[in-house]
């Protein structure tokens, strides 16, 4: 509560459960004092089926989650000598010591599930509360317990919370849910371009949701009961027939990791040459594992000087156009090319403010050039965004017009 | 709440708010629906003298905040003929056509107080709820509505919002908060180095906090009263005595801001070299503004052809050591130094994982190397992260080194 951490449980949770068909109705952030904490799960098992609580696990002293839940639920704690013989493992492991307090991390509620954390010391815990107290009519709730790191919390949610979600709290009808991922086209545009063919599918109960990022617009298709696979199937295959070429991935895999694995496929290989990007281009494609195989080298030249020694853009070229024009970008594409014996090359050069414009060539302004065998093709955009934005959404033009290319689209 | 979109709200309201000496106790997110919404600001009305509610208060169907709170609160909503003017006004000067639903959003309920938005269409809106029919006792909160893009609500809540709370929520008393950003000092090590030294402070009221991130932690020291200032400043000496060369910055800047302004300063140069980061390191520096006047190139050399095209390795080098050696970042940062006549270069090369690591260089190893005009300084670190905390670690342990050598410690 103090800001100095970015919650990013809300996001990461919400969208799993959004996906499973579970209906997440509410998000609360308190601080780590006993009676906010006793007071927010109080009100959570009062409203709902599902509570998940996040962090309070760890050995320190404000670590309390663990025990003011189970003070509130009038179960004792009882230490679990298999969870200790984990933490125990878990230091002897990595040759340290175990330190006294972590001995508080084994102290199960009585009657509490073990959600099993090979990637902490702190395992989670799972309670059915039956009957429920705090709700009216005492139906039951679930309340589980995950640790706050995301390294932690993520896996122990796929491989344990899930099932026990399909066991103990089975959906009453069939539920499917999909993603596409498309990009270049906005958002209020791509309403526009398939309003019309969705209509028959979202009149059969298609849950149709969009979400804008930075060029990139995804589509969620869900259904619910009997009929749900056949609906979003119908659905996804009307916005393929629609919009197909802009649709760059499927649920969660990112732009680049989709031109990474499309170039390890080919067998090909990319350079690219950046300046107003700064990096971000580079940063971004070797965030993939294995980018290795296929990424060369880039060339990230934010002076004149540079493009002309690494890249061997010519003084006059310079001159005559300046670093923001359409020649210089083709030959900064085709040098990196060349330099790398690379089969594609990817440039950018262009403004990313917030000062640099002129009334000619504004802020924003940004020249993308794409080199291969084939030759050698370029494009002119103009991306008025803030500066970090700008990168962000002129690498995504950028890594666009490879993925084309590598698809043979026009 | 499907997850699409990360709440970047919570941190920046909760960490403006806490370092303006405001306790923060609660933050909810709920789907927008008419019943979540009204049930929601009637829970924290209840609880706070101050609800902030964001979003909700653009031009489409689901933006529905306002017209609930009116309702809730028995206030009619009344068009405002200077909001109605300053929405056209934007439209013209895009050079747009209004659409007609933005009209909505000069809606103002009768008695709010209008929060100018320069770079959007939807005001802010402040209310005062008094008598507040949802407290018991009936006491006074303010109610603040603010859109919910980050580039509106930012800059209104700091000229708009921040008076508005010294002038109708006054501090009781003083409140005095710094934030000290330090580096390479672990948060356990940090506190332990620290911990007696400020035991006098904290035992005079000073709130001692601290945050930890990728190898850098942010200690915050506030304190309440007439003698919050005396506090905080003799607290601030004492640590700048202990680990005062481990702090690089205050309050919010970032460690590539503070290399980028301390090289402009001096009128230098740098180049840089990645091996590992692939362009992490190039990306963060260039986003900083005005970094082009310091950053020449950034070399990013994945593969050995590429160290040895352009940054001059030896083909003898690599292959007596291996591309992730100490001598290869020698030559590599070295090389990218006399290649872009630069008075600094980084280099670094190592290996992010998740695979590529042998017994002798484990996933995680990498060497750091400057090249100055005073000669060579190489660092080894073992950074055993995921590939993306790795890359983000080795940044900054590369910035931390042109960091020290600029301000001349050892």
Redesign the interface.
Known sequence: ????????H??????????LGR?????????DTGP?IQQ?VREALSRADLVVVTGGLGPTSDDITRELIAEMLGQPLVEDAQVLAHIEAFFAQRQRPMPARNQVQALVPAGARLLWNPHGTAPGLAMVVRPNPFRSGGGASWLVMLPGPP?ELRPMFEAQVVPLLHAELPLTEAFVCRTLRTISIGESALQAQIADAMHPFTAQGLEL?Y?AKTGQV?V?LAAHGGAAAGVVAQAEKALRGLVGEAIFAEQFEELEAVVVRLLTARKQTLAVA?SC???????????V????AV?????????N??KQ??LGVRAETLAAHGAVSEAVVREMAEGART???ADHALAVTGI?????GTPEKPVGSVFLALASAAGTQVKHQVNAW???TF?QATANQALEMLRRALLGMS
């Open positions: 509560m103090l800001g100095r951490t970015l919650n990013t809300q996001q990461w949770l919400c969208r799993r459960l959004a996906d209906v997440v109705s509410r998000q609360v952030a308190i601080p906010e927010a390294r949701g979400c995804d969620r950046e990007t700064g990096g971000c281009l580079s940063h971004r494609l070797t965030n594992p294995g980018a290795s990424f060369q080298a880039g060339l990230v030249t934010y002076s000087a540079a020694r690494f330099a790398n014996h990313a403010g917030p000062s640099g803030d500066r970090e990168k």
